[in-house]
């Protein structure tokens, strides 16, 4: 019923930048937090940033100050914005949507595709 696609991943060397962005379509009330994970081979998917409806905004330790997470709610569109890229952030980054799609539903998450980010020189 909802369904989230994302962009953005590629090879970039260290130092270098990305953006990616994921999109939801279907059926949308309301978008609480929009958040974007990732995952490495043999570990736990981890947390990278988060931003809800009111504004409220997290980062993960290891990227504060290098990432930027922003939304545009006209377009259901979360974007991040990845400075100072380092080997460690090699990854499959997935995005994650808290949504209800009615106005009387719970909300349920839902998950991009994932897309690839290879920091390598």
């Known amino acids: 019923q909802v369904q989230l696609v994302e962009s953005g991943g590629g090879l970039v060397q260290p130092g270098g930048s990305l953006r990616l962005s994921c999109t939801a379509s279907?059926?949308?009330?309301?978008?609480?937090?929009m958040r974007w994970y990732r995952q490495v081979p043999g570990k736990q998917r981890e947390l990278v940033a988060a931003?809800?409806?009111?504004?409220?905004?997290h980062y993960a330790g290891s990227v504060e100050g290098r990432f930027t997470i922003s939304r545009d709610n006209d377009k259901n569109t979360v974007y991040l914005k990845m400075n100072s890229l380092e080997p460690e952030d090699t990854a499959v980054y997935y995005c994650?949507?808290?949504?209800?799609?009615?106005?009387?539903?719970?909300?349920?998450?839902?998950w991009g595709q994932g897309t690839q980010v290879t920091v390598s020189p």
């Open positions: 931003v809800s409806s009111a504004g409220s905004i």
């Open positions: 994650n949507f808290l949504v209800a799609t009615t106005s009387t539903s719970t909300a349920d998450n839902y």
């Open positions: 279907g059926s949308i009330f309301s978008i609480y937090t």
